[in-house]
């Protein structure tokens, strides 16, 4: 859901969890002018078609053939008990976006799933303080983004299970306890099963 807090949860995360990164969808849109146009004259960002998704996919199979190698080559360094891919350690990759439950190949390679949602009216107040480039002209959020919100959720959550459905408005700190747990404890598991 846009606004609902991904990316601070996720910069969070990533400052808690050691050997991790985080992919934002937000970096993979396409350039303005390959972005369509509907009837209303507005923008089509808020569909799969704007992103460059074959980008995101090609990041994550780099990461997942080498993720040390990854993580050194982005600048960020890794904490690993030694230099070889031992099973302690685990490299965690976070993925975020509004998005990313919604394409299939890149859903298929996702461990935990967790979508941060906010009541509309929170949601309209937060899009209309931020500055996007190019900006949001009159009526985008009730005339394309609210509306592709409630299209796309109805969609991820007819073809994809295991979602955790967390309250944006609870305290970020609550959030990250919350996120930061359960995925230590999937790590934990997969240093167990490894």
């Not at 976070?94 to 941060?116: A, S």
């Not at 303080?129 to 005339?143: A, E, K, L, Q, V």
């Amino acid at each position: 859901m846009t606004n609902a807090g991904k990316s601070t949860l996720s910069s969070s995360l990533h400052l808690q969890i050691p050997n991790s990164c985080i992919m934002a969808q937000d970096d993979f849109f396409k350039e303005d002018s390959m972005i369509a146009v509907d009837s209303n004259g507005f923008k089509q960002y808020d569909v799969l078609d704007a992103l460059h998704m074959d980008r995101i996919m090609s990041e994550i199979e780099l990461w997942q053939k080498n993720p040390g190698s990854f993580l050194l080559s982005h600048g960020l360094r890794t904490q690993c008990s030694s230099t070889s891919e031992d099973s302690e350690n685990v490299f965690v990759l976070i993925v975020e976006g509004f998005l990313i439950f919604n394409y299939k190949p890149l859903n298929e390679l996702i461990d935990k799933r967790y979508f941060l949602e906010i009541p509309y009216d929170i949601c309209k107040e937060r899009r209309g303080s931020r500055i996007y480039t190019p900006p949001d002209p009159p009526g985008y959020f009730d005339g394309h983004v609210w509306p592709m919100y409630l299209k796309h959720r109805q969609e991820m959550e007819y073809t994809v299970s295991d979602i955790d459905f967390l309250n944006g408005l609870e305290s970020k700190e609550d959030l990250l306890d919350y996120v930061y747990a359960d995925v230590t404890q999937e790590i934990q598991r997969l240093i167990r099963d490894d």
